[in-house]
T-cell receptor, first 114, second 113 residues
Framework: GDSVTQMEGPVTLSEEAFLTINCTYT??????LFWYVQYPGEGLQLLLK?????DKGSNKGFEATYRKETTSFHLEKGSVQVSDSAVYFC?????????????FGSGTRLLVRP | DSGVTQTPKHLITATGQRVTLRCSPR?????VYWYQQSLDQGLQFLIQ???????AKGNILERFSAQQFPDLHSELNLSSLELGDSALYFC????????????FGQGTRLTVV
């Protein structure tokens, strides 16, 4: 069925390190793809999105490219900060023929050390 | 502030009881999603409504039900509560179209004792 798979965490990095969080998906049709971030004690916030193949979403130094051929949407950041410590969720929105479900991965916890 | 309001923020209740969680979507949004987030687990999709009608159903237990009212607010009803139902319950809203993101409320933390 339709699903999102994320790399397991926690991911622990030093400040200014390069970040990659892998996300792959299985879906019928052509979904829209999203990364959300959840800071401690808060709800989820949209980080970036891409709505069609080869689109690149970017925000706050984070980037992800919609790769249809590999069904992936990996999140990257060139230099992480302590304030980036949070849980990151990859998600897909299924197209109308598949009921518009918004499905999330299991989340990846990122811990950035000073 | 996402514009999505969930009440109450915290709820403590006993096993076997019934509770109602409430969600007010962002102004103009027609679609409401409900999710359950348990400890060490991701977001489990429960159910989605669009303009008062059920649009999609996920892993929602038969003891749980939801509805969306004409003013577009939504309620999630949880009955015959069990200890394992303790979790964060999130509501999200969107305009319901293909390329737009959902906006999340702060969640309701339910503790069943």
């Amino acid at each position: 069925g339709d699903s999102v798979t994320q790399m397991e965490g926690p991911v622990t990095l030093s400040e200014e390190a390069f970040l990659t969080i892998n996300c792959t998906y299985t879906a019928t049709g052509y979904p829209s793809l999203f990364w959300y971030v959840q800071y401690p004690g808060e709800g989820l916030q949209l980080l970036l999105k891409a709505t069609k193949a080869d689109d690149k979403g970017s925000n706050k130094g984070f980037e992800a490219t919609y790769r249809k051929e590999t069904t992936s949407f990996h999140l990257e950041k060139g230099s992480v900060q302590v304030s980036d410590s949070a849980v990151y969720f990859c998600a897909l929105l299924l197209p109308p023929g598949s009921s518009y479900k918004l499905i999330f991965g299991s989340g990846t916890r990122l811990l950035v050390r000073p | 502030d996402s514009g999505v309001t969930q009440t109450p923020k915290h709820l403590i209740t006993a096993t076997g009881q019934r509770v109602t969680l409430r969600c007010s979507p962002r102004s103009g949004d027609l679609s409401v999603y409900w999710y359950q987030q348990s400890l060490d687990q991701g977001l489990q999709f429960l159910i989605q409504y669009y303009n008062g009608e059920e649009r999609a159903k996920g892993n929602i237990l038969e003891r749980f039900s939801a509805q969306q009212f004409p003013d577009l607010h939504s309620e999630l009803n949880l009955s015959s509560l069990e200890l394992g139902d303790s979790a964060l319950y999130f509501c999200a809203s969107s305009d319901g179209t293909m390329n737009t993101e959902a906006f999340f409320g702060q969640g309701t933390r339910l503790t069943v004792v």
